[in-house]
């Protein structure tokens, strides 16, 4: 097989390929015998027409296509290989010639990935930030702990505060018209959570238990409801019960109920222990973060468009994801909000282009110091993979090698993250 490779574009290209006259005709021999089973000729049992017969009736070139569909997938990927191309998009094939007896030449235009020249990358400045366990920070923390593990009890007599429980009815109007999601019974409501739109909330703060109000509020312009936004909405509700949070006393007995420490004073020091980690890890990813900025910043690289079209496609799905969680079809979404799909890619396309950017200067880094990654690393991912999964290793293991991205797509997340451990530790805080 003769191939050749001439650039057209900084990142697109022509791949010129001859496959030989032998592995044509095997071809057209292989699509023969597939496509016979499919056809019917009188006087012959499917399957059963001769060669000489089939191609006199329906012509050589009936098999072009079928011949086509096997020669080319193997084709081009050896072509790929052979002219070390890394591929980011589906090629656009044209044939140049296909006919029995004769070679089979195609031209296949490939977008490749991006060259990418990196700035400084070493040495790189950033403003520390300190991430504390502040006595401050250990109180708010002992003070959600508290929150919630409290107990709802209902308010007997008295008037809903801010951080209350309200079950209430309620029924909204717009221009003396009730609306799609404007009315629910036995709601539950928290005063102060911000669940619903603003100004509505507030003006049931005072109210008690048995009562009804009628309040008014204003949608806000760029509300998710375009039928709604900008509107003055009535609602009337009715509040059955208002239900307050009692909140334990932090003791040893609060200590016993929610763990298995008998004292507080234990449980406060594993708290602070567990804060200590966590804001250890939130340093550690900020400076990650800063330094990869940086680096990203300073690198020059044009980035095909595929390439961000494919990452606002997965992008587009894990908010398709999170909808449908809660419940939510992005179809519904699109009702709702009046949004076409052209317009919610829009809105991931600024993010696309930084995490694309981002890789591929990672990938640059790794190059750039000839990163590798050893047996032991990868067996001690695996392992981590296991005990996390609780299955044996070897399982992992031969799951890994069998799928995609798999072992390789593994080995590509150590070799991001020693590069970005490698910047970080060649780098100088302010």
């Known amino acids: 097989m003769a191939v050749k490779w001439e650039k057209t574009e900084p990142n697109v290209g022509v791949l010129e390929i001859e496959v030989e006259e032998e592995r044509v005709t095997s071809a057209l021999d292989r699509a023969f015998r597939k496509v016979v089973q499919r ?11 001769p060669r000489r017969i089939f191609e006199a009736r329906f012509g050589l070139e009936s098999l072009y296509q079928e011949a086509l569909d096997i020669l080319l997938p193997e084709a081009y990927s050896m072509a790929v290989i052979e002219a070390k191309l890394d591929p980011v998009d589906r090629p656009v094939i044209d044939i140049v010639q296909m006919e029995a007896g004769k070679p089979l030449l195609f031209k296949a235009t490939v977008v490749v990935k991006p060259e990418v020249i990196l700035g400084d990358y070493k040495g790189i400045t950033y403003e520390d930030k300190e991430f504390a366990v502040t006595d401050e920070v250990i109180a708010q923390e002992l003070e959600n702990l508290r929150k919630s593990h409290a107990e709802l009890r209902v308010l007997e007599d008295g008037q809903a505060e801010p951080g209350d429980l309200l079950v209430m009815d309620f029924v909204g109007y717009v221009d003396g018209e009730t609306f799609e999601g404007g009315e629910a019974e036995n709601y539950q409501l928290e005063l102060g959570s911000g669940t619903f739109v603003p100004g509505f909330e507030e003006q ?7 009562f009804d109000r009628e309040i008014t509020i204003t949608f806000p312009e760029e ?25 334990p006393e932090l003791d040893d007995e609060f200590a016993m109920d929610i763990s298995e420490f008998e004292t507080f004073e234990e449980l406060k020091a594993d708290l602070v222990r567990n804060l200590e980690h966590q804001k250890a890890h939130e340093h550690q990813h900020y400076v990650e973060t800063a330094v990869l900025e940086k680096v990203v910043a300073a690198a020059e690289v044009d980035i095909p468009d595929p390439m961000i079209d494919q990452e606002i496609d997965a992008q587009v799905k894990e908010f398709e994801s999170r909808l449908e969680s809660q419940g939510i079809p992005l179809d519904a979404y699109q009702e709702f909000t009046g949004a076409s799909m052209e317009e919610i890619r829009n809105q991931f396309r600024d993010e696309a282009k930084k ?7 990672i990938e640059a880094v790794v190059k750039a110091e000839n990163n590798e990654v050893s047996e032991t690393e990868l067996d001690l ?8 999964a609780r299955m044996e290793f070897d399982s992992v293991k031969e799951l890994l090698r069998k799928n995609d991205p798999g072992l390789l797509g593994l080995k590509s997340q150590i070799l991001s993250r020693k590069a970005v451990e490698f910047l970080v530790d060649h780098s100088v805080h302010a």
């Open 223 to 247: 509300y998710h409801v375009k039928s709604l936004a900008g509107k003055e909405a009535t609602f009337k509700i009715h509040v059955h019960d208002i239900k307050r949070k009692a909140l």
């Open 381 to 388: 991912e695996v392992q981590k993979i296991a005990d996390s």
């Open 39 to 49: 056809v019917n000729v009188p006087g012959f049992r499917k399957g059963k027409v």
């Open 355 to 361: 995490r694309v950017k981002t890789a591929l200067v």
């Open 204 to 210: 049931l703060i005072g109210i008690r238990a048995g």
